[in-house]
């Protein structure tokens, strides 16, 4: 199953997440050459970053989010929510099982 991940900034917290910046970076990194991420990347104006993450329940999704640094540390706040996914790209191209198989390096 697909899960949306939205990580607020914290704004008494700039500092940590600046200094935790490359950690971060490097767990995302991870979690994409895993399989885990589809797709990552803050929105426009810095206020939350998003990932879309392959999990097998919402538990372990939570889990593995869990693990983001900036998480861990208490720098960023997460919400984590299950994601019906049914449409990937074009309607003539890829499924979303063709997508889990890619992730999963299959």
Sequence with gaps: ????VMSRSLPEREQDKQKNYQEHRQWLD??????????????TDGDYGIY???????DEA???????PHHARGIRKMVVLEWRAHRAFRLDGMSIADLEKIARGQ
């Design 1 to 4: 199953m697909w899960y949306l």
């Design 62 to 68: 939570k889990s593995i989010a869990a693990t983001d």
């Design 52 to 58: 879309i993450m392959l999990a097998a329940n919402l």
């Design 30 to 43: 991870d979690q994409h050459k895993a399989g885990r991420l589809l797709f990552s990347g803050p929105t």
